[in-house]
């Protein structure tokens, strides 16, 4: 609501009480602008748009998806989940960690089934969500520590029950309209895991504007779009697939940590370096495409991680060879794991 407002402020209109029900262009020019129908909730009347740009930043409703019957695709990444929002849970920092983990986003591993979010507020309201590998539902009381700190937890009146997920991940063909451009969030949600998808989501924003400044094609877009998300789906899945092994899960975890942070302090240092001038993203790949270098060097790291018959302390000092480069937080240095940089600036 704050975002909606702020943008009426500046010359917005927001047309509540409507739904997109079709789409036309014009013509077949790659200048046409594109004709859209709003129907009204109330009463089904509608009412014809026009616009040169359409996007579509519905997020999980995929709107422009939905209403194109766009193919859906799949992901190697499966999981389930449920989430709800608690009040009276004690710090878990008073129960067994001796630093203040309640001050961060906090990722309980339970075993091999999956893991727990547990994301405090400003009051005593918590976001709990329980991730499961496949159709599995972990089960919290195999896990006495946590079973405590949520035994005497009540639901927040606002959320009086848990909100389940059959299947968190989905994903659709982008639209093949030439003015149509889909933030990655409206065409996919991939896994609550490493949270991936707000930071490629504001990265894809930024491409969205070098389009329409005609710095950029649309094409390029969601090709850049469909390969950042076949490779964040490589990490994430492997992430869970190394679960059973806490080593090589955190491995896993790191991988994707180092990728992040690489991507984003790139990002900083070009946009510093050109005077907060626009920068051109279409040529910077989440997955690191376009730097042939440590492209091979991470896709070598995967290879590491996903062989089973490495024993840890070798695959901790492989990783930590291969990556080194560009491993800033000094990754696989640390046998307690508690890395001081170990997230984006």
């Known amino acids: ?13 927001m047309a509540a009480g409507f739904t997109l029900s079709d789409i036309e262009r014009s013509s077949a020019t790659r200048d046409a602008r594109i004709r859209l129908v709003l129907k009204k909730e109330t009463d089904a ?17 995929g709107v422009i998806a939905k209403l ?34 309640d001050a961060s986003a906090q990722h309980h591993l339970l075993g091999d089934q999956g893991w727990m979010w547990m994301l405090r507020m400003s009051d005593d309201c918590t976001s709990v969500g329980i991730v499961g590998r496949g159709d599995q539902q972990p089960r919290v009381n195999d896990f006495p520590s946590i079973a405590r700190m949520l035994r005497d937890a009540v639901p927040h009146p606002l959320s ?25 969030a409206s065409i996919a949600t991939l896994d609550p895991m490493h949270s991936t998808g707000i930071a490629h989501s504001l990265f894809g924003v930024g491409r969205a504007a070098e389009v329409i400044l005609d710095r950029g094609s649309v094409i390029e877009y969601r ?76 896709a070598d790291s995967v290879d590491l991680v996903s062989n089973s018959t490495i024993s840890s302390g070798d695959l901790r000092d492989a990783l930590a060879q291969r990556l080194a480069a560009w491993n800033v937080a000094g990754f696989w240095s640390r046998a307690d794991r508690r890395y001081r940089y170990s997230a984006t600036k």
């Open 1 to 13: 609501a704050l975002l909606a407002q702020e943008a009426e402020n500046r010359g917005a209109v």
């Open 45 to 61: 009347s509608t009412t014809d748009l026009s616009c040169e740009w359409l996007i579509d930043a519905s997020g999980a409703a």
């Open 68 to 101: 194109e019957n766009a193919p859906e695709r799949r992901f190697r990444t499966q999981t389930c989940g449920r989430a709800i929002h608690l009040r009276g849970i004690p710090r878990w920092s008073d129960e067994l960690d001796p630093f203040d983990g």
């Open 160 to 184: 009086p029950g848990w909100s389940p997920v059959r299947q968190i991940q989905r994903r659709f063909e982008f639209s093949h309209h030439r003015r149509v451009i889909q933030l990655p």
């Open 223 to 298: 090709k850049r779009n469909d390969q950042e998300l076949n490779h964040l789906d490589r990490l994430v899945d492997l992430a869970y697939q190394s679960m059973p092994d806490f080593d090589r899960f955190c491995s896993a975890v790191m991988l994707y940590l180092t990728t992040a942070i690489r991507n984003e302090e790139r990002l900083t240092e070009t946009v510093s370096e050109m005077d907060h001038q626009p920068v051109c993203l279409l040529g910077q790949g989440w997955d690191g495409s376009d730097d042939e270098v440590f492209s091979a060097a991470l």
